[in-house]
């Protein structure tokens, strides 16, 4: 009886591995995304039963298990430093929107030159919860240059008015606030003008995907937005759509002959999840998985483990390159923030 529950486990650990091979919005319909975002812990029970089949002799049952638990736990690495798919190119367009928000904070223009390299900084803010003296204080001491902010609320900025960020980043644009928003609207904040800005650089079904254009080396631009897809929780369709929607990003008018899209947030979603797989063809590569050196798991904040990887940092396929890329707590809020630094050839 027990090698047969063995063979039972080794059945349902391949299949539950499987659903991470669903058609891109296959997915989306509950338990699946919850499912799949485990599929990095399922080595645990499965190498636990394999001991058991090797105390039993079972050696085919003790194999099988272990080829399982292997699949589960080293999917990730298939993409670990691979770019597969050139970046794509669009005639050169200027994209111009005149929207401003009551959040919007103009300031003196920058006569520095165009930056050969960014910092990066990106955080889940918890319904606005988050420690905002912490946030401006870890930007000055990182040296971030460009802050994306999700789960954004009128009082958050406040106080981060109050803890100095304008002084540091005095450039920024928000999202529209809306009753549909996922915990609160998305903000960027930038150290350097922006020649263009945005409340929504593409329609999703989620909050506002804010974003501000900058001037860099060699006379290319970066686009930069702050992305917040709906939690399954909030509807695995809309989930899979927001996920599947951004991919719009890499084929709009900001990449252009010179451009960078750089998409920063909480994506609710890794690599096991086909709809992020569709993102990551659709132009984009991830920051974390250019560095080979392992995941950055980011939430929940309060476990060391078991912790998975939902925000990211992905940029337009081309000759910008990711560094620096690591993760770290900011009280209050329940994600890791997430930072990577960005450089542009000339």
């Known amino acids: 009886m ?7 486990v080794m059945l349902v650990g391949s299949v ?3 659903l991470s091979q669903l058609s891109a919005g296959m997915e989306a319909r509950m338990p699946f995304p919850y499912m799949i975002a ?18 039993l002799r079972e050696w085919g049952a003790m194999c099988c298990l272990l080829a399982v638990a292997l699949s589960a736990s080293t999917r990730r690495i298939a993409y670990w430093g691979t770019d597969p798919h050139p970046r794509r190119e669009t005639s050169r367009e200027t994209h111009s929107d005149s929207r401003e928000t009551s959040r919007e904070t103009p300031t003196e223009a920058s006569s520095a030159e165009p930056p050969s390299s960014l910092t990066l900084m990106t955080l889940n803010c918890r319904y606005g919860r988050a420690d905002a003296g912490a946030i401006v204080r870890e930007a000055r001491d990182r040296g971030v240059d460009v802050l994306a902010l999700q789960e954004v609320t009128d009082g958050l900025v406040a106080r981060l008015d109050a803890a100095g960020i304008a002084d540091l980043l005095p450039y920024r644009r928000s999202g529209e606030a809306k009753e549909t ?17 945005t409340p929504s650089a ?6 506002d995907v804010p974003a501000v254009t900058l001037a860099a080396a060699g006379g290319r631009t970066v686009t930069l937005a702050s992305a917040h897809p709906k939690s399954p929780m909030r509807g695995p369709r809309d989930w899979s759509a927001g996920i599947i929607g951004l991919g ?6 900001y990449v252009g002959d010179h451009g960078t899209v750089v998409v920063l947030g909480d994506l609710n979603s890794s690599t096991d999840h086909p709809s992020f797989r569709r993102l990551l063809a659709a132009g984009f590569r991830d920051a974390s998985l250019t560095q080979a050196k392992g995941p950055n798991l980011t939430f929940p904040r309060w476990l060391v483990w078991p912790r998975i990887e939902l925000d990211h940092i992905l940029a337009t396929r081309g000759d910008a390159t990711f560094s620096h890329v690591s993760s770290f707590v900011v ?15 000339g």
């Open 2 to 8: 027990l090698v047969w529950f063995l063979w039972g």
């Open 16 to 18: 539950w591995v499987l």
């Open 38 to 55: 485990l599929i990095p812990f399922l080595w645990v029970p499965l190498v636990a039963c394999a001991a058991v089949a090797a105390y």
């Open 181 to 197: 928003d996922n915990g609160g609207y998305n903000m960027v904040f930038s150290r350097f003008e922006p020649q263009d800005s």
């Open 202 to 207: 593409v329609d999703i079904p989620a909050a």
């Open 248 to 253: 719009a990003l890499a084929k709009s008018a």
């Open 331 to 345: 009280p209050d809020t329940d994600h890791l923030a997430l930072t990577a630094r960005i450089g542009f050839k």
